[in-house]
């Protein structure tokens, strides 16, 4: 299962690089390209969404199915490894939101900077006629 929370997190942080690239001031000229490339990749990074919630439904099965380690019934070692199973439990619920997180905003600044760029134009054209 670490093969998925691998690709998981490289969708995040490609996410969260184009979020960063279309929000840096001083890229205009780069722009136009970054809002088409985002656009065009919005629709198969939507991917994210259930591939999140499977993940999510991944760690619900684990945490309701652990056996459960408590008082004098475990050794150290069994201990250690149910609180080390908690805290990546903990650590991929956390990589969960940040995705999601990170498509949500992706998705929002890119349809307010195409938003903007619209406005800009239909303002263009009407210094153009005046």
């Known amino acids: 299962m670490a093969l998925e929370w691998v690709v998981l997190g490289y969708a995040a942080a490609a996410e969260a690089i184009m979020v ?4 840096i001031p001083g890229l ?6 970054l809002v088409a490339v985002t656009r065009n990749l919005l629709k198969p990074f939507l991917s994210v969404v259930p591939f999140c919630l499977f993940l999510l439904m ?3 099965w684990k945490y309701e199915t652990r056996p459960k380690c408590g008082g004098e019934s475990c050794t150290p070692s069994e201990h250690l490894r149910h609180q080390k199973s908690i805290m990546k439990s903990q650590r991929n619920a956390l990589l969960i939101v940040a995705a999601l997180l990170f498509y ?5 600044v890119t349809h307010l900077v195409v938003r903007i760029e619209q406005l800009n ?4 054209r009407l210094k153009d006629r005046e």
């Open 104 to 108: 949500w905003l992706l998705y929002s």
């Open 58 to 60: 991944d760690i619900y």
């Open 121 to 124: 134009q239909r303002v263009e």
């Open 20 to 23: 960063l690239l279309l929000t």
């Open 28 to 33: 205009d000229g780069l722009r136009k390209g």
